[in-house]
Every structure is written in C-alpha cells, then in structure tokens.
C-alpha cells in the first residue's frame, strides 16, 4: 500500500532555531499533501494545505511565517518551523489522499515528528 | 462546514467486555466517514471507513461500525476488548475528493485485566 515516510520521528531543538521536517511519498504521486498539528492529549488540527507548485493554502490563526511549507516535486513536502518557540512544541504529522486510489479520500499518514522545543 | 463530536473523552472497560465508542457527524454533503487509532508517540491507523456503500462497516481489528444517517451517528463497536485495543480512537468526517479530514477530539480506551 501507499507509504508516506516522515522525517525526523523526533527532534529536540533549542529555542530560536528552525527545524524542518519532511515527508515523501514512496511509490505514488502525492500531489496534495495535508499537515496537522497535534498538542498532547488532544487532536489533530489542520495547519495548511500544500499543493505541487504552488503556495500553501493556510488554516486561521496558522502563522505563515513561522511554518513555511514547501512542495517542490510530487513527492517531497516539507514543514519548516522558524525560529522555534517552547510553545511550538507539538506533534506534527503530514497526510495525503495521493492519487490513483479508488474510493473517498483515504488519506495515508506520516508516522508523525514529535518537536520538542527547550 | 463539517464537524464530529466523540462522546467521552476516556472510556473504560473490563478485558473482554463490549466497546463502544461513539461519535455523532454534522455535514452538509452526504459525509465520509472514519475511524482510526493511534498508540502512543505514533502516527494514525485507519480501522475502517464508511463512503456511502454498506451502513455496516467491518475495520481492522475486529472493529465495525455502523452508518446511522437519521442520528447523524457512526458509532464504533467492538465484540470482546483486547489489553492490545489500549489506545487513542479519532473519528473523522470529509467532503471526499482532495479534501481534509476533520477529527473529533478523540476517546481514550483502557482495556482492565
């Protein structure tokens, strides 16, 4: 089946930094891709959308220059986090509906990159 | 817009015992539905999911739920609870197509020997 691989898993970084996290589609196209935050014991809300070639499509109150996304290619996204803050400090977590699939909008998810934020 | 509301944040049951989690939808297109299930510090786990085919929906896991359109409910059940069943459930609804999910803000499951 579909495989998002997300990268890092896990990064602790110092306050002030930036820290990017990727996702890559292996073995499909994945044209849209999806990033959610999740705060801890809690769910997953919507940051922003990604299209191949064009500019982010960002949620509400999502800061769009603290969290640049970049889709370059169709199998490359990636999440950068500008100048870290502790309150930053989250689950990130990248999905996409890919394309060729049959049936309604089954996503296929990143295995997650928890951001700790010192 | 679209929204799901899970009743209870944390529910508890014996090993062995019925699982019912419960989560009732708003939407305003005929809806697609899911579950899924994540483990601690890992990503998500698609059980199952409904798009307009059968009201009874068969997952992973020996999970099923079932489509109730006049109680806007997609209820998820399990026969006999498993220690291994421990976990977080999301339900999810979305427009189909390209488009988001949107998750509820999910129930906690314990399984007690």
Redesign the interface.
């Given at each position: 089946g579909a495989v998002v691989s997300?990268h890092p898993s896990w990064v602790i970084c110092k306050s002030g930094t930036s820290v990017k996290i990727e996702c890559r589609s292996l073995d499909f196209q994945a044209?849209?891709m999806?990033w959610y935050r999740q705060f801890p014991?809690?769910?997953?809300?919507?940051m922003a959308?990604s299209n191949e070639g064009s500019k982010a499509t960002y949620e509400q109150g999502v800061e769009k220059d603290k969290f640049l996304i970049n889709h370059a290619s169709l199998t490359l996204s990636t999440l950068t986090v500008t100048s870290a803050h502790p309150e930053d400090s989250s689950f990130y977590?990248c999905?996409t509906?890919g394309t060729g699939f049959s049936?309604?909008?089954?996503?296929t998810?990143?295995?997650?990159s928890?951001l700790t934020v010192l | 817009a679209q929204s799901v509301t899970q009743l209870g944040s944390h529910v508890s049951v014996s090993e062995g015992a019925l699982v019912l989690l419960r989560c009732n939808y708003s939407s305003s297109v005929p809806p697609?539905l899911?579950w899924y299930v994540q483990y601690p510090?890992?990503?998500?786990q698609?059980l199952l999911?409904y798009?307009?085919a059968a009201t009874l929906v068969k997952g992973i896991n020996g999970f099923e739920a079932e489509f109730k359109k006049s109680e806007t409910s997609f209820h998820l059940t399990k026969p006999s609870a498993h220690m291994r069943d421990a976990a977080e459930y999301?339900c999810a609804v979305?427009?189909?197509?390209?488009?988001?999910?949107?998750?509820?803000?999910?129930t906690?499951l314990s399984v007690i020997a």
């Open positions: 997300q044209t849209t999806f014991k809690q769910s997953l809300m919507l959308t977590i999905s509906p049936g309604a909008n089954v996503l998810f990143g295995a997650g928890r | 697609y899911f510090n890992q990503g998500l698609l999911k798009t307009s999301f979305s427009r189909g197509g390209n488009t988001p999910l949107v998750f509820g803000k999910g906690r």
